[in-house]
């Protein structure tokens, strides 16, 4: 019934427990006394590819653990639905905590799954995964969409927390209308913030790369009034800073977006420009965040506030952290995958480059 084992993702004050089927079922999960069902205004949902079950954070947190329940639908009729009796799957979780945590970042995948999954072993026990964007190659196809669930059942074996944010090719096809459905979000929304021991995250979605009006969307997009919805949202955190970053016991600070979206583009990528600029000041005066991580670039990188990557005002070092080649993103017989590691402790963020032959390839304290 499961295609992979579930995903927990971080959003808001809540986790998303979420799990692609294969066939038609009644799902809920049970975390300590408590059921959270998956439920649309009091109807259990069967008629779907992914289940969601929102559950308070501090409660798994506690409980460490949690069961995901089943009921297969042998047929769903208007009176008398038939199902099969329950079935229970336990899983146990480890939250974030303690003064030392560790991360992994990937971007870019692109639809490839063992490479990115060896380039994240390579770096070694980790205690969140990062998945910024493009994951799948793109959303034509729900199957494409599963790899994002692939990866996270490979890297967690739903015993950890993922963070999720959307990338540009996320948005292409005829799925795409569907993915905020299929992944985490904030009441239906793509950006939202997020707490995981003591550190604390703003996820932005930056939608298309050029504008909406470019041929190759075919008039699918309106993605300027969305970042219009942003500008209004990051103000929103900036007034609720002591539930956000400056609640009690924040050590660390993240952004999270697949574009870098402080780095001028050539044409026709160069869009956006001053709903950027507003966005880095507003970040930069008041969240004052340690690190962005970023993707998109299919490159490994870190810029410099001021550098000549710095074209908006970047609120902090930003780290593109996801570099991958194979012969589907270009001609080439070579296929590797390199990602990013993040350890966290005291004041100190470690960045290390792996890749998916097992090489630690760089070090970086910021």
Not at 107 to 127: Q, T
Not at 179 to 190: K, S
Not at 193 to 220: A, H, V
Request: aromatic share 12%.
């Amino acid at each position: 019934m499961f295609k992979t084992t579930p995903a927990v993702f971080a959003a808001g004050e809540n986790y998303h427990i979420m799990v692609p089927v294969s066939c038609p079922v009644l799902m809920w999960a049970k975390v300590g006394d408590e059921e959270y069902y998956d439920e649309d205004n009091g109807i259990m949902r069967s008629d779907v590819d992914v289940h969601r079950m929102i559950v308070p954070k501090n409660e798994l947190d506690k409980a460490r653990k949690y069961t995901i329940c089943v009921r297969k639908i042998i047929e769903r009729k208007p009176y008398f639905t038939e199902t099969e009796d329950a079935q229970f799957f336990d899983y146990e979780f480890k939250p974030v905590e303690g003064e030392k945590v560790r991360a992994y970042h990937i971007s870019d995948a692109h639809s490839m799954v063992d490479l990115p999954v060896s380039a994240a072993k390579a770096y070694g026990d980790i205690d969140f995964l990062i998945l910024n964007g493009d994951i799948p190659n793109h959303s034509g196809d729900v199957e494409n969409i599963f790899t994002v669930y692939e990866i996270i059942e490979k890297l967690t074996e739903g015993k950890i927390p993922v963070v999720f944010a959307r990338g540009n090719h996320d948005m292409r096809g005829v799925c795409a209308e569907h993915f905020a459905e299929w992944t985490p979000n904030n009441n239906g929304a793509t950006y939202y913030t997020f707490r995981l021991g003591n550190i604390w995250g703003l996820i932005l979605d930056c939608g298309e790369d050029k504008l909406d009006s470019s041929n190759e969307y075919g008039y699918t997009v309106s993605c300027h009034a969305f970042r219009k919805r942003q500008t209004k949202f990051i103000k929103s955190v900036i007034e609720n800073a002591e539930k956000e970053y400056n609640a009690d016991g924040v050590k660390h600070k993240l952004i999270i977006s697949h574009h870098p979206f402080t780095k001028k583009m050539n044409e026709p990528f160069n869009i956006e420009e001053d709903t950027y600029t507003e966005w880095a000041k507003l970040i930069k005066d008041n969240i004052k965040p340690d690190v962005m991580l970023c993707g998109h670039l299919h490159k490994l990188a870190i810029f410099e506030v001021g550098s000549e990557d710095d074209a908006f005002g970047q609120p902090c070092k930003v780290v593109i952290g996801s570099h991958p080649l194979a012969n589907h993103l270009k001609d080439t017989d070579e296929t590797w995958f390199k990602g990013a590691g993040f350890s966290f402790e005291n004041d100190k963020i470690e960045v290390t480059f792996t890749k998916s032959t097992g090489e630690i390839l760089e070090k970086h304290i910021i």
